[in-house]
T-cell receptor, first 108, second 116 residues
Framework: KNEVEQSPQNLTAQEGEFITINCSYSVGISALHWLQQHPGGGIVSLFMLSSGKKKHGRLIATINIQEKHSSLHITASHPRDSAVYIC??????????FGTGTRLQVFP | NAGVMQNPRHLVRRRGQEARLRCSPMKGHSHVYWYRQLPEEGLKFMVYLQKENIIDESGMPKERFSAEFPKEGPSILRIQQVVRGDSAAYFCASSPQVRGSGNTIYFGEGSWLTVV
């Protein structure tokens, strides 16, 4: 079993829909990251969380440390949100452990 | 303040050749990480370096792969005698302090290696 599990693996949505991507992890962490990767492109850090909730524009990220679970929400989704969203955790060591990503496609 | 700079963006090598990937961290960052993304797979940690030191290389293949971060200049990931299975995207990331303190990490655009 992977240390970081994401669901769903693939997600399609109509423009305007509310989207949720989930991440569960099985290790102790100091922080959790949500990353965005466009096809053939680089990786952008969206959020770094150690507790609670963060909001940036239409993106919201939450984390429940006790349940070892985080969610990334996108409100009023848009085709330009189409990308792979990756959850990654930092444990006690200095490296990130990544989920396999959620491929999101938003159609107009 | 330029971001993490990687070059080349795309590299094609024949089997048996050497590949050198370079990463210049963000200004003021002294910690560099290399990650590999194989086709249709997730990202995997390779190596963590500070200036002139390898801190953790637990993700590096035992043979053909090496990394350095000299006092001057970029970090370099070197792959000798490349094989087709080395074809992947190699991402560099940098941070100003040890990751455990929770500082945001910044990724480069990646270097796509294709071995033919």
């Amino acid at each position: 079993k992977n240390e970081v599990e994401q669901s769903p693996q693939n997600l399609t949505a109509q423009e305007g829909e509310f989207i949720t991507i989930n991440c569960s992890y099985s290790v102790g962490i100091s922080a959790l990251h949500w990353l965005q990767q466009h096809p053939g492109g680089g990786i952008v850090s969206l959020f770094m969380l150690s507790s609670g909730k963060k909001k940036h524009g239409r993106l919201i990220a939450t984390i429940n440390i006790q349940e070892k679970h985080s969610s990334l929400h996108i409100t009023a989704s848009h085709p330009r949100d189409s990308a792979v969203y990756i959850c990654a955790v930092e444990g006690n060591t200095d490296k990130l452990i990544f989920g396999t990503g959620t491929r999101l496609q938003v159609f107009p | 303040n330029a971001g993490v700079m990687q070059n080349p963006r795309h590299l094609v090598r024949r089997r048996g050749q050497e590949a050198r990937l370079r990463c210049s961290p963000m200004k003021g960052h002294s910690h560099v990480y290399w990650y590999r993304q194989l086709p249709e797979e997730g990202l995997k940690f390779m190596v963590y370096l500070q200036k002139e030191n390898i801190i953790d290389e637990s993700g590096m293949p035992k043979e053909r792969f090496s990394a350095e971060f000299p006092k001057e200049g970029p970090s370099i990931l070197r792959i000798q005698q490349v094989v087709r299975g080395d074809s992947a995207a190699y991402f560099c990331a940098s941070s100003p302090q040890v990751r455990g303190s929770g500082n945001t990490i910044y990724f480069g655009e990646g270097s796509w290696l294709t071995v033919v």
